[in-house]
C-alpha cells in the first residue's frame, strides 16, 4: 500500500442475512433530508430573486449565470474533494455539523452585498460549506442501509433537493414582497427585500447544525460485511489534500512527486490558462471562465496526487469508464436541471409576465412535487431493475437524458399559461428519476472507505459541469441572442432555455458506454483492487 494512504479494509465473513435498516437508521435519514432541503433552499433562492437583483445591481444574464453557477459550483467541488477524504476519515456527524453552521452563515452574508463581487464572493463561502453535506451523507446513509435499500435511501435523501428548491421559490417572493411592502425605502441597514430574504433563510441553518451534532455515528462497513480502519491522522491528510487541490499550493504538491510531475502540472495549467484566456475573449466573462480554468486545474492536480498516494481508490474511480460516463452522463442531467431550475422564473417573469408570487407558488409546488415524485420512483425503479440486470440503474439515468426533451421544447414555446406549467411539472419528474439512480450506481463501483471520496467525484460532474455551466451558458446564449428594447439590451432567455436540449446527445452516448461495461466493472471490483495494491 502506498504511503499515506489514509485507511485499510479487510474483508470479514459474511454474515448469514444482509443487515436490515434499523428504524433508527429512518430517523438519520429523515434528519438527513431536512439539512438537504436547507441546502438547496440556500442555493436555489437566488432564482426567484434573479429579476431583483439585476435591477439593483445592474448585472447581466451572463452574469447572474456566473453567481447562480460557477461563484457556487467551482468552490463546492473543490472543497468537496478533501472534505470527502475527511469524511472518509472523521466523524460525519460533527462535520456536517460543522458545514451546515458554515453555509447557513454565509448564506446570511450574502444579504449584507452591495454589489456583484461581494455576492460573488459570499456564494463562494456557501458553496464551501455545502461541500460537507452529500460526502457525509452519503457515507452515512451507506452506513445505516444495506446495498438493497441504497438506492431507495439515497433517492429519499435526494428528495431534499427538489422540496428545497422549490420552497426557496415561495420563501423567496414571499419575504421579498412582504418586505419590500413594509418597507419601501428600504428597511433596517438599509436592506431591501432580496437582501431580507437571504438572512430569512440563513438563520434557521444555524439551530438545525445543533440538531445533527446530536445523531450517532454508524460503525464503518458494517452493512457491507467488512472492517475499515480510519486514518489516524484525518486532519493532518485534510490539510495534505488541500495542498494538492489549491493553488498555488499544487506546484508544490506536484514538486514533491519530482519533475515530470511538476512539468505536466504546469502544462496543465498553461493549457488551461490558454483556454480561459480565448473564452473570455469570445464571452467577455472573465469570473465565469477564470474560476471554471481554475476548478478543472485543481482536480487535475488533485486526481494526478491521488494517483500516486491511493492507487487503488484512483484505479476504482478516475480509472473505471464505467464510473466516469456514469457521473459525466448524469453531469449533463444535472447541467439541464439546474438551468432549468435557476431560470425558468425570471422567464414566468419576463417573458410570461407571470405575478412573482403567482409564478413562485406554481413553479415551487410543481418543482417539489415534481422532484419527489420523480427522485423516488426513480430510486425505487432502479432497485428493482439492478434485481435483474446489474446495468439496469443506468436505464433509469437515460430517462433523465432523454425524458425532458419534449417537455422542454413544448413548455418554453407556448403562450398558455396553464401548459407551461403542466411541462414544467413533467420535465422535473422525468430529469430527477435519474439521480438516486446514478448516484448509487457510483457508490457500487468502490470500496466502503472510498464512499466519500466517491461522492466528492461524483458531484464533480454535478456541479463544475452541471452548476458551472448549466446557468452560465442559459444567461450567456439568452444575451448573445438579445435585441435591443427602448435603448437597452434584452436577453432571449427563451432561446437560451432551449439550447439545453443540445446536451441531450452527448449524455446518451455516454451512458450507452456506461450501460455496457458496469456490470464488468463491478464484477471485477476487488480483482481490480488487489492489482492496484488494495488488501482485500
Known amino acids: 500500500m502506498s504511503e499515506g494512504q489514509q485507511s485499510e479494509i479487510q474483508a470479514v465473513a459474511p454474515e448469514e442475512a444482509e443487515p436490515k435498516a434499523s428504524g433508527y437508521s429512518w430517523y438519520v435519514l429523515s434528519v ?37 453557477g460557477a461563484a457556487f459550483g467551482v468552490f463546492y467541488a473543490l472543497f468537496g474533494i ?23 452563515a454565509m448564506t446570511v452574508v450574502s444579504g449584507f452585498a452591495k454589489n456583484g463581487a ?41 428528495s431534499g433537493l427538489y422540496i428545497g428548491g422549490g420552497v426557496s421559490l415561495f420563501i423567496g417572493a414571499y419575504i421579498k414582497e412582504a418586505w419590500n411592502v413594509a418597507y419601501p425605502g428600504g428597511g433596517p441597514l438599509g436592506l431591501v427585500g432580496w437582501q431580507a430574504a437571504f438572512l ?50 499544487t506546484l508544490i504538491g506536484a514538486a514533491r512527486r519530482g519533475i515530470p510531475a511538476l ?33 478543472f486545474y485543481a482536480v487535475f492536480s488533485w486526481a494526478t496526487n491521488l494517483r500516486a498516494r491511493d492507487p487503488a481508490t484512483f484505479k476504482l474511480i478516475w480509472g473505471t469508464p464505467a ?21 425558468t422564473a425570471p422567464y414566468a417573469e419576463l417573458v410570461l409576465k407571470l405575478p412573482k408570487q403567482e409564478l413562485a407558488f406554481w413553479l415551487g409546488a410543481s418543482g417539489a412535487a415534481s422532484g419527489f415524485i420523480g427522485v423516488i420512483a426513480g430510486g425505487r425503479l432502479a432497485d428493482h431493475l439492478r434485481q ?20 422542454i421544447w413544448i413548455g418554453f414555446t407556448t403562450e398558455n399559461t396553464t401548459l407551461f406549467y403542466v411541462m414544467n411539472f413533467l420535465a422535473g419528474v422525468l430529469g430527477s428519476a435519474a439521480l438516486g439512480a446514478a448516484a ?6 468502490v470500496l466502503p472507505r472510498m464512499r466519500g471520496t466517491a461522492t466528492a467525484v461524483f458531484f464533480l460532474a454535478t456541479t463544475l459541469i452541471g452548476l458551472g455551466f448549466g446557468p452560465y451558458v442559459v444567461g450567456q446564449i439568452a444575451d448573445l441572442a438579445g435585441t435591443m428594447v427602448d435603448g437597452k439590451m434584452q436577453g432571449d432567455l427563451r432561446m437560451g432555455l432551449l439550447s439545453l436540449i443540445g446536451v441531450a446527445p452527448i449524455g446518451v452516448v455516454l451512458l450507452f458506454y456506461a450501460y455496457r461495461s458496469v456490470p464488468t466493472a463491478e464484477a471485477t471490483l476487488l480483482e481490480r483492487a488487489r492489482a492496484a495494491g488494495e488488501p482485500v
Open 32 to 68: 438527513l433530508v431536512v439539512v438537504y432541503i436547507l441546502n438547496f433552499i440556500d442555493r436555489q433562492i437566488v432564482s426567484i430573486l434573479v429579476v431583483d437583483i439585476q435591477a439593483d445591481l445592474g448585472l447581466t444574464n451572463a452574469q447572474m449565470g456566473f453567481l447562480g
Open 82 to 104: 478533501p472534505l470527502g477524504r475527511l469524511a472518509d476519515n472523521w466523524n460525519r456527524t460533527k462535520l456536517l455539523s460543522i458545514g451546515l453552521a458554515l453555509w447557513s
Open 118 to 158: 461581494q455576492l460573488g464572493l459570499a456564494r463562494m463561502g456557501v458553496g464551501i460549506g455545502e461541500a460537507t453535506a452529500s460526502p457525509s451523507a452519503y457515507s452515512l446513509i451507506s452506513d445505516y442501509f444495506p446495498k438493497r435499500q441504497r438506492a431507495t435511501a439515497l433517492a429519499i435523501y435526494s
Open 200 to 249: 430569512a433563510v440563513g438563520v434557521p441553518g444555524l439551530l438545525v447544525a445543533l440538531w445533527v451534532l446530536s445523531l450517532r455515528e454508524p460503525k464503518r462497513g458494517a452493512m457491507d460485511g467488512t472492517k475499515v480502519v480510519t486514518s489516524a491522522h484525518p486532519f493532518r491528510d485534510f490539510v495534505y489534500d488541500l495542498s494538492t487541490i489549491v493553488p498555488p499550493f
Open 263 to 295: 512539468i505536466l502540472n504546469i502544462a496543465a495549467a498553461l493549457l488551461l490558462g490558454l483556454f480561459a484566456w480565448a473564452m473570455i475573449g469570445l464571452t467577455g466573462n472573465i469570473p465565469q471562465w477564470s474560476a471554471v480554468a481554475v476548478g
Open 323 to 343: 464510473f466516469l460516463c456514469t457521473a459525466l452522463g448524469y453531469g449533463l442531467v444535472a447541467l439541464a436541471a439546474y438551468a432549468l431550475a435557476y431560470w
Open 388 to 407: 435483474t440486470n446489474p446495468a439496469g440503474r443506468i436505464l433509469v439515468v437515460m430517462i433523465g437524458v432523454i425524458g425532458p426533451i419534449l417537455p
Open 440 to 445: 448509487a450506481t457510483t457508490q457500487d463501483l
